[in-house]
T-cell receptor
Framework: AQSVSQHNHHVILSEAASLELGCNYS??????LFWYVQYPGQHLQLLLK??????LVKGIKGFEAEFIKSKFSFNLRKPSVQWSDTAEYFC????????????FGSGTQLTVLP | DTGVSQDPRHKITKRGQNVTFRCDPI?????LYWYRQTLGQGPEFLTY????????KSRLLSDRFSAERPKGSFSTLEIQRTEQGDSAMYLC?????????????FGPGTRLTVT
């Protein structure tokens, strides 16, 4: 079955530290890739997306992600986190043949200490 | 607010009762999705509508679950004879035609607790 793996379940960082959250998917062909974020008490919001072109994509709030096809990865990065980045982060993949549904990873809870 | 809305936000019900949730997508979004999210997991796809047509259903959607979108606008998700395992957050999302496949806008969810 097609799947999405997020290996970090909970990450704790101090403000200004750099962030990298891992995401791996299980299909060798063309996929659309997404990172969604859920801030405390809020609904899921799109952070960034990749569907073609430059494998380094930039999203909102200074986040970026790099698509590495050979590693089946789409890792999320931010050079310097802020307390307001505390949230749960979900990687999601739209696999071909799956209509338009998303397959989500289990999420990574990021806690940024002030 | 022009985002996706869901009603109710919370529902507590006794095992065996039927419940119905409503989702209002973003205006003019012709695609609508239902997901279920349990604690510590990401959302899992349940079903997808394009306009009023239900085009895909997950095997997670047992016979006790039914979803409708009669006029291609709002949608309802009904769970009959609820079980404790149905306790979860039920999320609705919508997307426009022509958008990036997989890019969806989510509502706040309905949290169901079955006692």
């Amino acid at each position: 079955a097609q799947s999405v793996s997020q290996h970090n379940h909970h990450v704790i960082l101090s403000e200004a530290a750099s962030l990298e959250l891992g995401c791996n998917y299980s299909y060798g062909g063309t996929v659309n890739l997404f990172w969604y974020v859920q801030y405390p008490g809020q609904h899921l919001q799109l952070l960034l997306k990749y569907f073609s072109g430059d494998p380094l994509v930039k999203g909102i709030k200074g986040f970026e992600a790099e698509f590495i096809k050979s590693k089946f990865s789409f890792n999320l990065r931010k050079p310097s986190v802020q307390w307001s980045d505390t949230a749960e982060y979900f990687c999601a993949v739209n696999y071909p043949g799956s209509a338009r549904q998303l397959t989500f990873g289990s999420g990574t809870q990021l806690t940024v200490l002030p | 607010d022009t985002g996706v809305s869901q009603d109710p936000r919370h529902k507590i019900t006794k095992r065996g009762q039927n419940v119905t949730f409503r989702c209002d997508p973003i205006s003019e979004h012709n695609r609508l999705y239902w997901y279920r999210q349990t604690l510590g997991q990401g959302p899992e796809f349940l079903t997808y509508f394009q306009n009023e047509a239900q085009l895909e259903k997950s095997r997670l959607l047992s016979d006790r679950f039914s979803a409708e979108r009669p006029k291609g606008s709002f949608s309802t998700l009904e769970i009959q004879r609820t079980e404790q395992g149905d306790s979860a957050m039920y999320l609705c999302a919508s997307s426009p035609s022509g958008g990036v496949q997989g890019e969806q806008y989510f509502g706040p969810g309905t949290r169901l607790t079955v006692t």
